[in-house]
Nanobody, 116 residues
Framework: QVQLVESGGGLVQPGASLRLSCVAS????????MGWYRQAPGKERELVAA???????NYEDSVKGRFTISRNSVKSAWYLQMSSLKPEDTAVYYC??????????WGQGTQVTVSS
């Protein structure tokens, strides 16, 4: 089992930056893919960014060039650096992990609100 805890959300103005953190506990050595999803009101949850154990990254088109996902070397923590934030980035952000058995784990979510 893997437990995930996010932190770093908040209320910011358009153009600002935020860094989200996700800390894993339990059998984090079994994690193969780490990611961030978001869900805005009335919308489906969507993948924002993902990174593999080997460091390969993938981004949703609207965040390319603005968001950066990274991880530590032992896969016990990963981060989402968000820059040039827009109102449409407002959502609850969830960290996600997939283990080698394709089981998904989720954090509790952290609210990001971008508003002037």
């Amino acid at each position: 089992q893997v437990q995930l805890v996010e932190s770093g959300g908040g209320l910011v103005q358009p153009g600002a930056s935020l860094r989200l953190s996700c800390v894993a506990s339990g059998r984090f050595s079994s994690i193969s893919v780490m990611g961030w999803y978001r869900q805005a009101p009335g919308k489906e949850r969507e993948l924002v960014a993902a990174i593999t154990g080997g460091g390969t990254t993938n981004y949703e088109d609207s965040v390319k060039g603005r968001f950066t996902i990274s991880r530590n070397s032992v896969k016990s923590a990963w981060y989402l650096q968000m820059s040039s934030l827009k109102p449409e980035d407002t959502a609850v952000y969830y960290c996600n992990a997939v283990d080698y058995y394709a089981k998904n784990y989720w954090g509790q979510g952290t609210q990001v609100t971008v508003s002037s």
